[in-house]
């Protein structure tokens, strides 16, 4: 009974969304303030509502109820509650479930974060993300109810969730993901406002780019956690594979990255408004695109949902709509969007160009060598895959030129920045930085390498740099404390997500090249060494978890001879379908990883095994908790809630205007 | 034609030709790049040319799994259930690798027709056939466990 309270209140949810995605817009079109109104009441109701389903469904995982489809599917009796929960989103239905709750919660978020901006314009905004829930909900109607029972007979347990994703990252991963994937949809709804409005003006900048800052701040975590999680728990030592599941919140945090800084300069200069309008529906689109790839069976992937054509074929219904739609839109009003200001060639906006072309190509050479198999396949009916060298060829070049430019921008002005003034600036940081890069890998790793060598010199150019600008913009205060305390949180936020692609350039450039990694058959007492590392096998023996069994090896490391922690690889396998899976052993560090995975047992009490020394890794994710610190204290700046206390003052009075047009 | 005309088409013709060229880069970086996949039936006939580097998929034969007791070597042979190819792999196979389970290897062939993979794959999932794998099965005519998907004998 009570999981058909949840597909009930799903039902409600449903209706609740028609009625939003349609009522507010017209009222917005028509003038009409009482329909207008109803946005954020509607808006709540479709939250309350999803909210009320999704905890029946949390539930019935909870309370192990096999009778309903996926709860057999994805949990078990023996699974601990942490993961009897979080199977919830282990599969298609529960996993589009959430995805449309935290829509509505970020639909809830811009009803209530809304006060300052018209009534107009909220309206609409909520009008077009009640659309898009409707269109959601419609699909889980259709093709994936997650509250679908099995009858007459339930099994007397679930056949347990997918032991690769019993973990941590299990927990944490795909919420993120959702939640920064979902917050794209937000300044599209923005967009398509302003573009229904024809109102395309600095002020829906303004209101935009808080929101925006926060969605790329979740997805750089979410697509950061994801990449954690695959380097500790796929056992391979990778921490990107360029598979093609990871590749769509890639695309979309490159559009999304693009639109940060498109948004600056159309808040700043009121110029590259139909460029900033577009980025938003590219960045939209690519979360369309990551949901279709997944959940259409299109790709074999550890991603990848069981496929159903159906789906497919709908999912891709949306997109057309959704894509084509706002593109039509677009089409339709971008002759009005008239930029005002004129700029130099060599100026801030044309390095933002600089930065979004940058951007938008890389995003596009991911997208197109993420799509060329399938659309080859289905031309063809052969089978082909593009290996990681091709992103490698494409991708790190334009990086390092994004990272040269990175530098420059911030220290450039609006509208026209001298050239000698440029150079004059950043020459001996150049030199500075080209030095620090050919020594600091040196003295720290013994070794040269000239990957090493440039990505330290570029980590160094962009802390220089930013250094250099914090004390240009310091130098004619008093102190130099009250220099820093005058300038903006969005300054800051922008300084510090600046320095995380400095340190995640750091992470990525000596991971890549200093990592050593062996394979190697050892018997109880016998050892392997890698670098200064020494590893010893003492012995294996037989463990019992909550629900798995497992064989631990104990190794004994050392580097030059002194001890470090004893680490403790195992091989487990699941006692629900008795899948085997290895847990990895890591001796995490600030400056180097050392792991091993095992791999089987063979004759004597040897086992198989692979040892991994990795350094630096750890700082990719700490680059990207910078960059996502950053995005968020951009979003903090109190210019936003300034401007909103105007607005508001403006919006009343725009409303008390209206009031008597309406009686 | 007037001279903000002229400095919007040459701004236009600008980007066009940066356009240009980075598609044909991009184009180019991918054709490098392109594994083709082929089934066991199309190795076995030598349709692969030695030291190409392609992926090849099918099912892990019963029996054939033979891994050395001093070293990481595996040798097994991968089948469509008409031919079957030898692999060689040194390393650690994935946790699904089972006999009677499907397989995407990647790798080359070498002058004797055995398949040195430099990375095996198996599915996570038990229920769910890669799409390779399919392929390389529809190819030959059989379901998962070598039986004639069609009541009729295959043709050939």
Known sequence: ?663 | MKPHRRKKLGIILFIAAGLSVSIGLILYAMSQNINLFYTPTQVAQGEVGVGQQIRIGGMVKEGSVVSASDSLLVRFETTDYVHAVPIEYEGILPDLFREGQGIVAEGTVDSAGVFHASRVLAKHDENYMSQEVKAALDAAGVDTSGHPTSLLPPES
């Open chain 1, 1 to 663: 009974m009570i999981p058909e309270l949840g597909q009930f209140s799903l039902i409600l949810a449903f209706c609740l969304s028609i009625l939003l995605g349609t009522l507010p817009i017209i009222g917005a079109a028509r003038g009409n303030v009482l329909w207008m109104n109803l946005a954020r009441p509607l808006a709540a109701g479709v939250f309350v509502f999803l909210g009320i389903s999704i905890s029946i469904l949390a539930y019935a995982f909870v309370t192990d109820d096999f009778s309903v489809q996926i709860v057999a599917a994805q949990s078990n009796s023996l699974l601990p509650m942490r993961y009897k929960l979080t199977a919830l989103w282990g599969g298609h239905e529960g996993s589009f479930l959430l995805w449309t709750f935290m829509l509505a919660g970020w639909m809830l978020a811009v009803s209530i974060y809304s006060k300052s901006m018209p009534i107009e314009f909220v309206s609409r905004v909520l009008g077009v993300l009640g659309m898009l829930c409707f269109a959601y909900i419609l699909f889980m109607l259709a093709t994936s109810n997650p509250f679908m029972r099995i009858v007459p007979l339930p099994p007397a347990d679930g056949s347990d969730l997918n032991t690769a994703l019993q973990d941590f990252g299990f927990i944490v991963h795909p919420p993120t993901l959702y939640m920064g994937y979902v917050g794209f949809s937000v300044v599209f709804a923005f967009a398509i406002a302003a573009l229904l409005s024809g109102r395309l003006d600095a002020a829906w900048a303004r209101w935009s780019r808080p929101w925006a800052n926060v969605s790329w701040a979740v997805l750089t975590i979410g697509i950061a956690l994801g990449s954690w999680w695959a380097y500790y728990e796929l056992g391979w030592g990778g921490w990107w594979a360029w598979d093609p599941v990871e590749n769509p919140p890639l695309i979309t945090w490159l559009f999304g990255t693009a639109l940060v800084h498109s948004l600056a300069v159309t808040e700043k200069r009121g110029v590259f408004k139909s460029w900033t309008v577009l980025l938003a529906i590219l960045a939209f689109s690519g979360s369309l695109l990551g949901t279709f790839i997944t959940r259409s069976g299109l790709l074999t992937s550890v991603h990848a949902f069981a496929s159903d054509p159906t789906r497919g074929v709908f999912i891709l219904g949306i997109l057309g709509i959704a894509v084509g739609g706002s593109l039509l839109l677009y089409a339709i009003r971008a002759p009005l969007m008239k930029s005002e200001f004129g700029f130099g060639l060599v100026s801030r906006e044309v390095f933002i160009l600089i930065n979004n072309v940058l951007l938008v190509v890389s995003a596009a050479s991911v997208f197109l060598g993420t799509l060329f198999p399938m659309v080859y396949q289905a031309l063809t009916d052969d089978l082909i895959s593009i290996g990681p060298p091709y992103f490698n060829a494409i991708f790190v070049p334009l990086m390092m030129i994004l990272v040269l430019f990175l530098g420059i921008g911030p220290m450039s002005r609006w509208k026209r920045t001298s050239t000698t003034y440029l150079l004059q600036q950043v020459a001996r940081v150049a030199v500075a930085s080209l030095v620090i890069g050919v020594v600091l890998p040196l003295i720290v790793l013994f070794e040269f390498s000239l990957s090493a060598t440039i990505s330290v010199a570029l980590a160094a150019w962009i802390v220089l740099t930013i250094a250099k600008d914090i004390a240009n913009k310091t130098a004619n205060k008093k102190s130099f404390a009250k220099g820093l305390r005058s300038l903006s949180l969005s300054y800051y936020g922008m300084q510090f997500a600046h320095a995380g692609i400095a340190v995640m350039l750091i992470g990525v450039g000596l991971t890549s090249y200093f990592s050593s990694e062996r394979s190697v058959l050892l018997a109880p007492g016998e050892s392997v060494a890698l670098g200064s590392y020494s590893f010893q096998f003492e012995g294996s023996e037989s463990m019992r978890g909550p629900n798995y069994i497992a064989d631990r090896a104990t190794m004994r490391v050392t580097r030059n001879g002194a001890p470090l922690p004893n680490l403790y690889p195992e091989r487990r396998i699941y006692l629900a379908t008795g899948t085997p899976s290895t847990e990895m052993a890591i001796d995490a560090g600030f400056f180097r990883d050392l792991f091993i995975t095992l791999g089987e047992e063979k004759e004597n009490d040897a086992w198989t095994m692979t040892v991994y020394v990795k350094p630096f890794v750890r700082w990719i994710w700490l680059g990207s908790i910078f960059m996502a610190l950053g995005g968020t204290v951009a979003a903090a700046d109190k210019r936003y809630r300034r401007l909103r206390q105007r607005k508001q003052d403006q919006a009343k009075e725009t409303l008390t205007s209206m009031e008597p047009s309406v009686s």
